[in-house]
């Protein structure tokens, strides 16, 4: 009796290797975008001038010393260029451990996806050097959210946790997106087109009119408004107030509460980040209550410690929101039958 059940056991402690990789890359992929927020908020980029090699260097032998003890402009730039090959790397192991432990097609599709955009990414970082253009850095900010979501959806969806649950779901029947699933589907969509509206007005061009810039100002108000929105009918219909057939799960329950919390802690840090930026908006206050702001209050120290924290927090506060949406969109039933039946075939038992 004890011999039976030890091959099913030893099955159940075997490593999950495809997910432990994907969560690997999640979290490199988190500190690249820290460096690369840092690049924007101090105006590294052009820090090493040229690509891909770092003045003259092989990137990978250029001298340890001389980048880790030298100017922070270039302790930035080489670092985010480091991380980013690291991160490359990663991508192709997961490509072939997702291979070779015979996961579903969509998990399949997706690494493929990252893989993609990780080399587009190498590609649009070189050119913003090269070519020294504004335009190039605005869609290679967008592009890394794109990655990160790609990675944590990847981690989420090799999860055996994840894999069982859907599993156990799914004998109930029912196959379409759930009405919570609708609400994490549009909460990820704006989380995501957030991020886009927040890297226009972080690589803004001089050419800018202010005209333009007020459009963008109000584009971005108007998604956190609607981030916001989304995210509190998250938590009314996670915690059943919203819905009649609630999937009431704690786990949903508690992704969701954060997401909110995440979301005014943002609000705040925006704020914030539009002070330290361009000052207190006096534009906004009645003429007797502005005329009352002393000069001083208005005046911004560019690229102060503090102002860089508020900063670059701002905007990795955003990519959390984001990275917990597409862990809430995926449990929450927006992407139908996204594990699938067919992960691991005869090996239901793992847990």
């Known amino acids: 009796m004890p011999d039976k059940r030890s091959p099913p056991h030893s099955a159940v402690k075997s490593p999950n290797v495809a997910h432990w990789i994907a969560c690997c890359l999640v979290v490199v992929t988190g500190v690249l975008l820290t460096f690369g927020a840092l690049v924007t908020t101090y105006e590294a980029a052009m820090a090493v001038p040229d690509w891909p090699g770092t003045y003259g260097h092989n990137m990978f032998l250029f001298p340890f010393a001389e980048w880790f003890f030298g100017p922070w402009d270039l302790f930035l730039e080489h670092g985010h260029r480091l991380l980013g090959a690291s991160v490359g790397v990663i991508s192709l192991v997961l490509a072939g451990a997702v291979w070779k432990t015979n996961q579903s097609s969509m998990v399949r599709g997706l690494v493929v996806a990252a893989v993609f955009l990780v080399v587009l990414q190498g590609v649009l970082g070189g050119l913003r050097v090269l070519l020294d253009d504004k335009t190039v850095a605005k869609v290679h900010a967008c592009t890394g959210p794109l990655f990160f979501s790609v990675a944590v959806a990847v981690a989420t969806l090799t999860s055996r946790r994840f894999q069982n649950n859907r599993a156990t779901s799914e004998t109930g029947g ?152 597409v862990v809430f969109c995926i449990v929450s039933g927006g992407l139908p039958n996204a594990a699938g039946l067919h992960l691991v075939p005869k090996r239901r038992a793992l847990a």
Not at 176 to 193: D, N, T, V
Not at 220 to 229: C, E, F, M
Not at 244 to 255: A, E, P
């Open 174 to 325: 029912g196959s379409g997106i759930p009405f919570g699933g609708w609400i994490a589907c549009g909460l990820l969509f704006a989380s995501y087109i957030q991020l886009v509206a927040g890297a226009q007005l972080r690589h803004l061009d001089s050419t800018v009119g202010p005209s333009t810039f007020r459009w963008l100002v109000l584009f971005h108000l108007v998604g956190a408004a609607t981030v916001a929105v989304l995210s509190l009918s998250a938590v009314c219909e996670s915690f059943g107030v919203l819905g009649t057939n609630s999937t009431r799960s704690i786990g949903r329950r508690v992704l969701s509460s954060t997401i909110l919390f995440f979301v005014c802690s943002q609000v705040l840090l925006g704020f914030g980040a539009w002070v330290v930026s361009w000052g207190l908006p006096l534009g906004l206050l009645p003429d007797s209550v502005a005329n009352r702001v002393p000069e001083t209050a208005v005046v911004v120290v560019a690229r102060s410690g503090y102002s860089s924290l508020v900063v670059t927090g701002h905007v990795l506060i955003g990519m959390m929101i984001l990275g917990a949406s």
